[in-house]
């Protein structure tokens, strides 16, 4: 491996302190914001994002199915060096894609049809990981605006030390360091893989073992996304005042 | 701007409601929304902000590097407005959808901020006529409630207030060519005095009466509204540009009674601002509260 730095000490530890397998912390909002139908706010570690969704509401021209239209937008001040355009460069448009694949694949399409679901995404901070953090605020969104699901469809990043080990969610400085990366979208109760990309180069022994651990890290994240919206539900239900409901 | 969808009725209700001076929501001709403000989000800026005026929501980050000035103005920094849309306000704004807006905002803060009174460019200044500093200053627009121009010149004041630029600490010459050396300590900095920087005011005129801090409702029953620029200067507040909006008309005395509301909503607005800003920034070490951020 040709990796310029040991991502991982003699002791054990990350760069940040981080065991291997450990996430970054997650704080994640439901309801940000009152004009659209579903809105959500993520933190993961320093990688901030905000995601709306609008729908479903008619589609533009004839179509019978359904359609899921993505906008992935990165602030110009989200990077340490300012970014020239919000959206429209390649990277926005590829992971546009890769969102729209992603959430194709969790979306109960045939109950929306000739219908348009619109997901808006914003990367407030960047610090690695955007996809993956990105992809959680929409699944969190698609939740509040009430889209049905068939479940949560959850990201996480993986990449492998020098000592091949694997490491779990990986922030923008041991991306840059040479790493591998590897993100896979995931449905974790039904243990599907909805989206996998792999950069750099690596061995195909330690694959298995790589994917293996991003799912673990998908797993954890659905967990602690379910709370989030647990406690979500919990508060506007209270606000309702549950025993008038029906 | 955001769409709205407004029976005629219902402009007629947003019509008598100003007549009698007791808005929809409870405000007079004079009264802004609640806002909430906070600093210091974005940690890969130099500077950052975030506006809340009630459903409106503005996200502001200062971004810093070092240019060469202007020729004609060589003992000038330089100073740079962006605005995005983010297709997060509405689905309008997919794409290039939002662009115009975007670009009249960004004309009205050039032209408040374009006099060397009401931002003093020479404090970005480090060489004369080879270096000094340019900020470019990139508002993010989240959501829009009404009344953009105010809470975007509100967010953009603050950050400058929160930009931290870093002290030069040596200059090496050699053959012409000037080289910097820049302080690693990330508390040896120099911060930005906002005193004379322009605040933005949205005076709308609704049937024969003008007020302020238009909701999205009221933009819609509104023909025209003017856009008031005030700067403080030794605590007397200044014009520092005006324009007009809104496609409509206006009598010229109407627009003497947006003038001086704007002028004297603009020197309340910053007086508050101030306080505000100074208050937090005395809060250190355990006073210091938690960035909230999106999560409260």
């Known amino acids: ?246 | 701007m955001a769409y709205v969808a407004l029976s005629e009725a219902e402009k007629t209700y947003i019509l008598h409601g100003v007549e009698d001076d007791f808005r929809c929501d409870g405000r007079s001709r004079r009264d802004y929304r609640p806002m909430d403000l906070e600093t210091g989000l974005v940690s890969n800026a130099s500077g950052s902000a975030r506006l809340r005026l009630a459903n409106t929501d503005i996200l502001v980050g200062v971004k810093t590097e070092i240019d060469v000035p202007n020729p004609l103005t060589p003992e000038f920094g330089k100073l740079e407005f962006f605005v995005d849309c983010s297709a997060n306000a509405t689905p309008e704004f997919e794409g290039r959808g939002g662009s115009d807006l975007a670009q009249e905002l960004i004309l009205s803060l050039q032209n408040a901020y374009e006099s060397p009174l009401a931002f003093n460019y020479r404090t970005l200044c480090l060489i004369p006529g080879q270096q000094c500093w340019k900020l470019y200053i990139d508002i993010l627009i989240l959501e829009c409630g009404g009344n953009l121009h105010d809470a975007v010149s509100l967010a953009a004041k603050a950050a400058l207030f929160n930009t931290k630029l870093p002290r030069v600490t040596a200059t090496m010459l050699d053959a012409g060519i000037t080289d910097l050396i820049i302080s690693d300590n990330p508390y040896d900095c120099t911060r930005i005095g906002i005193e004379t920087v322009p605040l933005l005011v949205t005076v709308c005129k609704i049937g024969d009466y003008v007020l302020v801090d238009p909701s999205a409702e009221e933009e819609v029953c509104s023909t025209v509204s003017m856009v008031v620029s005030v700067s403080m200067r030794n605590g007397q507040a200044f014009l520092s540009g005006t324009h007009l909006t809104g496609g409509g008309a206006m009598h010229r005395d109407t627009m003497r009674n947006c003038l001086e509301l704007g002028l004297a909503i603009g020197e309340h607005l910053d007086r508050l601002l101030t306080k505000m800003l100074n208050l937090e920034q005395q809060r250190v070490g355990l006073k210091r509260p938690q960035i909230v951020g999106f999560l409260k």
């Open chain 1, 1 to 246: 491996m040709s990796g310029k730095y040991d991502l991982l000490s003699e002791q054990g530890l990350r760069l940040d302190g981080r065991r291997p397998h450990e996430l970054r912390r997650i704080k994640c909002k439901l309801g940000v914001f009152e004009q659209p139908d579903g809105s959500a706010y993520m933190e993961q570690g320093n990688t901030k994002v905000l995601a709306a969704v609008y729908g479903p509401h008619q589609a533009k021209g004839n179509q019978t199915e359904s359609v899921i239209n993505c906008q992935y937008s990165q602030a110009t001040f989200s990077t340490a060096e300012r970014k020239n355009r919000p959206r429209g460069d390649r990277k926005s448009l590829e992971f546009k894609l890769y969102l729209q694949q992603a959430l194709s694949a969790a979306i109960k399409s045939e109950l929306y049809p000739r219908s348009q679901i619109d997901i808006y995404v914003e990367v407030l901070q960047d610090d690695g990981a955007n996809y993956a953090v990105a992809l959680n605020a929409a699944t969190l969104a698609l939740i509040d605006a009430g889209i049905c699901l068939n479940e949560f469809i959850v990201a996480c990043t993986a990449s492998l030390s020098k000592s091949n080990i694997p490491l779990t969610d990986i922030s923008q400085f041991e991306e840059v360091s040479g790493g591998p990366k590897l993100t896979v979208a995931a449905l974790p109760t039904a243990e599907k893989i909805a989206f996998l990309e792999m950069s750099e180069r690596f061995h195909i022994d330690h694959l298995e073992t790589v994917i293996e651990t991003a799912m673990a890290g998908c797993r954890e994240i659905r967990d602690i996304l379910e709370a989030a919206v647990k406690e979500h539900l919990l508060h506007m239900g209270s606000a309702s005042d549950f025993a008038k409901v029906g």
